[in-house]
């Protein structure tokens, strides 16, 4: 099974790679658009028996490894 | 509108940083997984008149700053 996780920061934590591409969009002439923020993405292959297992495994991952859960919040989808 | 973006590496392309989460999910004990990517992800608010507009709009924004079409692939998706 696939597993695609989004890790994102919590609302209200400040986002400074987001801000600098905001000025790097009006840099280059862009409009009409706000509040961007920039997350990181995960790809995984994994071995599991069905998709609650798959997920329980990820979430786990996620708690201890991909995620700093004081700041960020994540999203996992499991796929076929 | 809110658009979501997910930025990967190309297939073929060496991912460092998926090898070194793979490193660090091996030495906590997990097992059972492979082929870790790591990529980008993005979240934004854009105005535009219709989802086929924003695509558009956000189409350029990935090609002119926000994924290196060289090595990366992108996703977008327009909710709401």
Known sequence: MKAMIKVTL?????????KAIMGSLNSLGFEGYD???QG????LDIDADNKAAA???V???CEKLLA????ENYEIEIAG
């Open 35 to 37: 509040n961007v923020r």
């Open 68 to 71: 700093n859960t004081v700041i």
């Open 40 to 43: 990181k993405y995960f790809e």
């Open 59 to 61: 979430k786990d991952m």
């Open 55 to 57: 997920q329980a495994k």
């Open 10 to 18: 919590k609302n209200g934590v400040l986002d400074p790679q987001g």
